[in-house]
């Protein structure tokens, strides 16, 4: 069974930084993608980033661009999102997974495509 864990969420002020861990239980992330999503009160989940680790591509949701940064350290199969800038509007709580194998490794937004989670870390942006 893998097991994914979120931290680093908290109260922030707008404008400052924080960065959000995900830590697996194994080596999943060697032949997986990697997702963060996130979902605020009262609205749905959305995707937030991806790293595909067959091409080491990023993407990132246009509402995030150039503000948060996703990365890998294979060693201690942990992921980051490293989040600067932060908003009111990113308050919300974030979640971590794992994308389906089948998927090559690529770095896909959906979240049908993920197969597991982990059980988020709440991150509230204000003054």
């Known amino acids: 069974q893998v097991h994914l864990v979120e931290s680093g969420g908290g109260l922030v002020q707008p404008g400052g930084s924080l960065r959000l861990s995900c830590a697996a239980s194994g080596s999943i992330f060697d032949n997986r993608g990697i997702g963060w999503f996130r979902q605020a009160p009262g609205k749905e989940r959305e995707w937030v980033s991806c790293?595909?680790?067959?091409?080491?591509?990023?993407d990132y949701a246009d509402s995030v661009k150039g503000r948060f940064t996703i990365s890998l350290d294979n060693a201690e199969n942990t992921v980051y999102l490293q989040m600067n800038s932060l908003k009111p509007e990113d308050t919300a709580v974030y979640y971590c997974?794992?994308?389906?194998?089948?998927?090559?490794?690529?770095?896909?937004?959906?979240?049908?495509?993920?197969?597991?989670w982990g059980k988020g870390t709440l991150v509230t942006v204000s003054s």
């Open positions: 790293l595909g680790r067959s091409d080491d591509n990023r």
């Open positions: 997974a794992t994308i389906r194998p089948r998927l090559g490794g690529r770095c896909v937004r959906n979240s049908a495509d993920m197969d597991y």
